[in-house]
Nanobody
Framework: QLQLVESGGGLVQPGGSLRLSCTASGSTLENYAVSWIRQVPGKGQEGVSCITSTGTGSKSNYSESVNGRFTISRDNLKRAVYIEMNALKPKDTGLYLC??????????????????WGKGTQVTVSS
């Protein structure tokens, strides 16, 4: 059974950077599509980025709110998917979760359709 663990969150000043990791156990990730989701109390969840499986070219997609500032990538040898977050803003604050679904589709699937979820890592952007 695939299990996901997020890490790399913390407190950062506006304009700063963080790299979050989503590390898998129980399976490798190359046949999984992976999404990063931001959860904010009272505002719900937002899918911020996704990456398709390796066999489909690891295509990525970003929400408008993070496009140009965040970069998603995968390292299959390390069983990990990363999200590099630059030029962070206070509105980026939230619990960041990764989620995965075994998929060979060449397009990102809705984050709410993911089958496996981690527990999240907190990101706080504040001066």
């Amino acid at each position: 059974q695939l299990q996901l663990v997020e890490s790399g969150g913390g407190l950062v000043q506006p304009g700063g950077s963080l790299r979050l990791s989503c590390t898998a156990s129980g399976s490798t990730l190359e046949n999984y599509a992976v999404s990063w989701i931001r959860q904010v109390p009272g505002k719900g969840q937002e899918g911020v980025s996704c990456i398709t499986s390796t066999g489909t070219g690891s295509k990525s997609n970003y929400s408008e709110s993070v496009n140009g500032r965040f970069t998603i990538s995968r390292d299959n040898l390390k069983r990990a998917v990363y999200i590099e977050m630059n030029a962070l803003k206070p509105k980026d604050t939230g619990l960041y979760l990764c989620a995965a679904r075994r998929s060979l589709k060449a397009r990102c699937q809705p984050y709410w359709s993911m089958d496996h979820w981690g527990k999240g890592t907190q990101v706080t952007v504040s001066s």
